[in-house]
């Protein structure tokens, strides 16, 4: 696991305390006070001031969106490989990779519902980010809010409509705004 801080004695040069990718900043402000003297408490106020200047904050962190597809199209059947956010004051980065099968009426959209509300909620507008579309081959896409439904639409780059049955998905990351 990759260290992004470590807190060294200026008197010894031994580590006092070690941050990692998956430790949120409450538990290594909890450990650095457990451990205050002279040689940390400057950590200590480091720390204090970054919960501060980056209000709410979290590690990554898994949800379980819900899914379905515009028009009479329905999307069921479907896994999330993968499905988890990161918040850091009033941005929302999430990843999400799903596959499912597709049925009813071809049409243009294939949804998932966000794991926080965006602070925008007009149509066609979330955020931005990159994303793939698998339907037997990869194709590229695009995607935005849909006020009607509270959800994300995931379009094709033509916003033609998706072929029906297995095997059909999208993997994406974005970043939205939250309130």
Request: aromatic letters at 12%.
């Amino acid at each position: 696991m990759a260290t992004i801080a470590r807190v060294t004695s200026p008197k010894t040069g031994d580590v006092a305390i070690e941050a990692y990718f998956n430790t949120d900043l409450d538990t290594v402000y909890t450990e650095i006070n457990g451990n205050l003297d002279n040689d940390n408490i400057d950590a200590a106020a480091a720390i204090a001031i970054s919960k501060t200047a980056l209000g709410t904050y979290t590690v990554w962190t898994t949800y379980a969106p819900t899914f379905d597809a515009s028009g009479t199209m329905t999307f069921t059947s479907v896994t999330a490989h993968i499905a988890r956010y990161c918040q850091i004051g009033k941005l929302v980065t999430l990843q999400i990779y799903a596959t499912g099968t597709t049925g009813g009426t071809a049409a243009a959209g294939l949804r998932f519902s966000l794991p926080i509300a965006p602070a925008y909620t007009t149509t066609n507008y979330v955020g931005g980010g990159c994303m793939a579309i698998t339907t037997g081959d990869s194709r590229g896409g695009f995607f935005a809010y849909s006020s009607s439904s509270s959800k994300v639409v995931v379009y094709l780059y033509d916003q033609g409509d998706y072929g029906l049955g297995a095997s059909t998905g999208f993997s994406l990351q974005m970043t939205y705004e939250v309130a």
